[in-house]
């Protein structure tokens, strides 16, 4: 799986639209893009992902560059229950019985505050 | 709606003593499987995965074993702990992938297991 790049550390105001950033430069063509978050002290949560168009759902709009090399997260109205560690994934999707490894670097630690 | 449930949510062992992890999955079928562990600070290993019902495969030669005795259920054993299998222990569950179509990963709440 590719590599991806993210900015360490993030703040956001509370009500305001978060952009997560990440690069993947070396990214395949037929590798997606994942975003999942962990809460401290519980299990990773998924949020979205795509190939090559933008994609939008309850959570979040995930914005990918044309040349695939980077993508942004947006979380339209934060909150503080927002506060959490970002992961960005860059995989490739299993196919009829094999699995497909996770792996997660270090994240961006997002800070929602008032 | 699918939902993943672990338990204990957190387990203190003496070093040398058995482990037994549990998870089960509700609302699917047929789910792949998945055992990871966080240790503190670092990211996620994956430990064990299981297409099916018996079947597993081991990413990472341990101490720890797994197995699959009904469809929806997992779990991950030791016989002896060591100090070094501290760590947050997660299960995950994703469809079976039939070709073309996406398997997203989706994680349970997780056990922290301390081994004193």
């Known amino acids: 799986d590719a590599k991806t790049t993210q900015p360490t550390s993030m703040d956001c105001a509370e009500g305001r639209a978060a952009n997560l950033p990440c690069n993947h430069s070396?990214?395949?063509?037929?590798?997606?893009v994942y975003w999942y978050r962990q809460i401290h002290s519980q299990g990773p949560q998924y949020i979205i992902h795509g190939l090559k168009n933008n994609e939008t759902n309850e959570m979040a709009s995930l914005i990918i560059t044309e040349d695939r090399k980077s993508s942004t997260l947006i979380l339209p109205h934060a909150t503080l229950r927002d506060t959490a560690v970002y992961y960005c994934i860059v995989r490739v999707n299993a196919g009829g019985t094999s699995y497909g490894k996770l792996t997660f670097g270090q994240g961006t630690i997002l800070t929602v505050h008032p | 709606s699918q939902t993943i449930h672990q338990w204990p949510a957190t387990l203190v062992q003496p070093v040398g003593s058995p482990l037994s992890l549990e998870c089960t999955v509700e609302?699917?079928?047929?789910?792949?499987l998945y055992w990871y562990r966080q240790a503190a600070g670092r990211g996620l290993q994956l430990l064990f995965y299981?297409?099916?019902?018996?079947?597993i495969s081991s990413e990472v030669p341990q101490n720890l074993s797994a197995s699959r005795p009904q469809d929806r259920q997992f779990i991950l054993s030791s016989k002896k702990l060591l100090l070094s299998d501290s760590g947050f222990y997660l299960c995950a569950w994703s469809l079976r992938n039939r070709g073309g179509s996406t398997d997203t990963q989706y994680f349970g709440p997780g056990t922290r297991l301390t081994v004193l």
């Open positions: 070396t990214i395949s063509g037929n590798e997606y």
């Open positions: 609302g699917t079928s047929n789910p792949n």
């Open positions: 299981s297409v099916g019902i018996g079947q």
